[in-house]
């Protein structure tokens, strides 16, 4: 069958298709990955087919609009494991609402990207669209030829349930009051295609969910489990990560997502390492050049790297400490290494909240961090058994679930079941 994946012109959202994508093409699937030109050479360098689509002119001038800093924009994009009342309310959820099709999906799925996809997908004539969650060209293409669609997640299912959660509160209002400004966007979106809206379009025909169980929202939707294979782009092993640590290693890495985003970091980098160059420990530290301005002097027992595979890394570690970003916040999992994580973007206080509730890590909110605090959470990350046999549990559900390889099947089944309904 034609695989047609779609993603936004951002390095860790198409890493996240990498696997399943060499996983079609190894099963003899003809493959190509839709995205804005600016992805083409990431894509490329894979040993995918990139179709380069529309551009990302929308997204560049929202943030010049804001100013570059969304800061003021974060609140309705922190999702969280048990939302206060205030987030459940009407006024909240339809915000929220707003602001994700505002913000976040019509600017990065724009009409100058939504009609080269179209367009390519009409020509090319897909079995099956598979879509990471922000990019809504994928279903709407799927539509206007006839192909089956599924998201396939990097993290919990917070759009989901946020879309679940606001149809059940839509539902209570009065005939006067019911707003859906997602389902207007995509419907109006859809009917440039000759197509009507269906709410199948805003979650997939189905989901891919490399998640561990434990972490996965039950949303009532048909889902593919998956397990998480590792990619984050080429990587080259230093010789020094085959030596074994003579003290408890602890992998400190913040990532680039809340500076890309925010235009800064979301921490104090100095406050971390000063409490961090206080315990009988090793510390590898992902810090770029503009990091390492920062923090001047490091002390002893940090070992600063520009960049490391983390695949690589973890196995020799005891604790990493993250922003909560989807792809370190997997391979720690599936590498059973307990987590403390400084969650500040979009679903990262899920994933922080899920880790501590499963006894697999420890949720530390920026405004929340100390010295002490993520000293003692070091501590006991390395030392509390329970917390080791929390991330091992995690690390054994994911293995549990079938490779990429393993699904492909599903996916072929599926995916013919749609083409067998939509000819009747």
Request: hydrophobic share 45%.
């Amino acid at each position: 069958m034609r695989v047609l994946l779609t993603s936004l012109a951002h390095n860790t959202h198409f890493y996240s298709l990498v696997p399943l994508a060499w996983a079609l093409r190894a099963a003899g699937h003809e493959v190509r990955v839709a995205s804005p030109p600016s992805l083409t050479d990431v894509i490329t360098s894979t040993g995918l087919t990139a179709v380069p689509v529309g551009d990302d002119k929308p997204a560049v001038e929202l943030l010049a609009e804001m100013g570059g800093d969304l800061v003021p924009y974060q609140k309705g994009f922190e999702f969280t494991e048990h939302e206060t009342p205030e987030e459940t309310t009407w006024e909240y959820l339809l915000g929220q609402q707003t602001m994700m099709s505002a913000l976040c999906f019509a600017p990065f799925n724009g009409a100058a990207t939504m009609d080269a996809v179209v367009d390519f997908a009409r020509d090319w004539r897909p079995d099956l669209v598979v879509w990471e969650p922000w990019t809504y060209a994928g279903p709407v293409a799927a539509r206007a030829c006839g192909a089956a669609h599924a998201r396939i997640l990097w993290g919990p299912d917070t759009i989901g349930r946020s879309r679940k959660r606001f149809l059940r509160a839509l539902a209570e209002q009065p005939a006067e009051l019911r707003e859906d400004p997602l389902a207007e966007w995509l419907g109006w979106t859809l009917e440039r295609y000759g197509c009507a809206y269906d709410e199948r379009d805003v979650l997939g025909h189905w989901v891919i969910d490399p998640g561990a169980r434990s972490t996965r929202l039950d949303l009532g939707q048909t889902t593919v489990p998956m397990r998480y294979v590792p990619y984050n782009g080429r990587a080259v092993i230093e010789p020094w990560l085959s030596e074994p640590p003579a003290r408890p290693r602890v992998c400190l890495t913040l990532g680039v997502s809340a500076r890309e985003t925010y235009g800064r970091d979301a921490v104090s980098y100095p406050q971390l390492l000063e409490a961090l160059g206080r315990l009988d420990i090793e510390v590898i530290a992902t810090l770029d050049d503009s990091q390492r301005e920062l923090v001047g002097e490091l002390p002893g027992n940090v070992v600063p790297v520009d960049f490391v595979p983390l695949d690589a890394l973890l196995p020799s570690c005891s604790v990493i400490i993250h922003h909560g970003g989807a792809g370190t916040w997997s391979t720690a999992m599936l590498h059973g290494v307990p987590q403390i994580v400084v969650p500040s973007l979009w679903d990262a206080p899920i994933k922080a909240q899920q880790l501590q509730r499963l006894s697999a890590g420890f949720s530390l909110p920026p405004a929340e961090l100390t010295a002490e605090k993520l000293a003692d959470a070091v501590l006991a990350a390395v030392g509390d058994r329970a917390i080791r046999d929390g991330a091992r549990r995690l690390r054994e559900e994911m293995l549990a679930d079938p490779a990429p390889a393993g699904i492909v099947p599903t996916l072929e089944r599926l995916a013919g079941a749609h083409r067998a309904v939509s000819r009747h």
